[in-house]
C-alpha cells in the first residue's frame, strides 16, 4: 500500500503517471482539478465556486479546496493507499491534509516532486487533450491517439482544456511559483521529500517512481 502525494508545475505530467500508478499499487487517484472539472460539468455549488478562478489560472480558495479533500477522505477507499495529484498547492491546504490524515490514523509514505524546466511546459500543456470519459491523458505531439481525437482505450472523444492556452498557463504556472512551490521546503522539513527527472518520457518517470520504493 502507498500513499503519496504528486507535486510539481502545471504539466509536469502528474496527472500522466497517477492514472499510471494508481492502477499498478490499485490505490485511490485523487486529483482536486479533475473533481473541480467535474463539479463545473455537474453544474454543482462547488463548481459554481470553482470556475472563474480555474478559467483564469489562479487558484480555488483554499476553505473550498480543502472542504472537497475533507469530504473525499471520508470515504473507505483511502485506508487502501491514494496518490493525491494537485493537492495540496498551498502551506494552508498540507497543513490541513495533515489535520485530515491524523484525524483517520493515515500517513503519507512521501511526497514525490516531479522536476521539469520551464522551457518543456508551455508546450506539453498546449498540445494536452484528455478523454472526456475515462481521463486518459494524450499529447498531439509525444503521445498522441491512434485515431485523431478519440481515446485509444474507451473510443470516447477526447477534449482540450479551457485552462490550457499559453496566456492561462502563464497564470497557472506564477500561481505554482509563489504559492506552491514553498511546499518543497515545507515537506523537505517533515523528511517526506522525493524527486524524480519529469523531463523524460512517461515510462520512465515511472521506472523513477519505482526506484524509490513506496
Ligand atoms: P490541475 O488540473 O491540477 O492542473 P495543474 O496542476 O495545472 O496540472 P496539469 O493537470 O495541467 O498538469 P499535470 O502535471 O497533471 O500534467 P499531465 O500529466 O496532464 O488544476 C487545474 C486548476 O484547478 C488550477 O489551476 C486551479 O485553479 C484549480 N485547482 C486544482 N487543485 C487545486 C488546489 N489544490 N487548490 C486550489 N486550486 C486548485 O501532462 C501534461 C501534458 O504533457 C499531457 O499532454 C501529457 O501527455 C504530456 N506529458 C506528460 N508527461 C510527459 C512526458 N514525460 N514527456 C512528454 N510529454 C508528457
Ligand atoms: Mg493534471
Request: glycine residues 8%; aromatic residues 4%; proline residues 4%.
Amino acid at each position: 500500500m502507498s500513499s503519496v502525494i504528486l507535486l510539481g508545475a502545471p504539466g509536469s505530467g502528474k496527472g500522466t503517471i497517477a492514472t499510471r500508478l494508481k492502477s499498478e499499487w490499485e490505490v485511490a487517484h485523487i486529483s482536486t482539478g479533475d473533481m473541480f472539472r467535474e463539479a463545473i460539468a455537474n453544474k454543482t455549488a462547488v463548481g459554481q465556486k470553482a470556475e472563474g478562478y480555474i478559467k483564469s489560472g489562479s487558484l480555488v480558495p483554499d476553505e473550498v479546496t480543502i472542504e472537497v479533500v475533507r469530504e473525499r477522505f471520508s470515504k473507505p477507499d483511502v485506508k487502501n493507499g491514494f496518490i493525491l495529484d494537485g493537492f495540496p498547492r498551498t502551506i494552508k491546504q498540507a497543513e490541513a491534509l495533515n489535520n485530515i490524515l491524523a484525524e483517520q490514523s493515515l500517513e503519507l509514505d512521501g511526497v514525490v516532486l516531479l522536476n521539469v524546466p520551464s522551457s518543456l511546459i508551455v508546450d506539453r500543456i498546449t498540445g494536452r487533450r484528455s478523454c472526456t470519459k475515462c481521463g486518459t491523458i494524450y499529447h498531439l505531439k509525444n503521445m498522441p491517439p491512434k485515431q485523431d481525437g478519440i481515446c485509444d482505450k474507451c473510443g470516447s472523444g477526447l477534449m482540450h482544456r479551457k485552462d490550457d492556452t499559453e496566456e492561462v498557463v502563464k497564470d497557472r504556472l506564477s500561481a505554482y511559483n509563489d504559492l506552491t512551490a514553498p511546499l518543497i521546503e515545507f515537506y523537505r522539513n517533515m523528511d517526506l521529500l522525493l524527486e524524480i527527472d519529469a523531463s523524460t518520457n512517461p515510462d520512465d518517470m515511472i521506472r523513477q517512481v519505482r526506484e524509490l520504493d513506496l
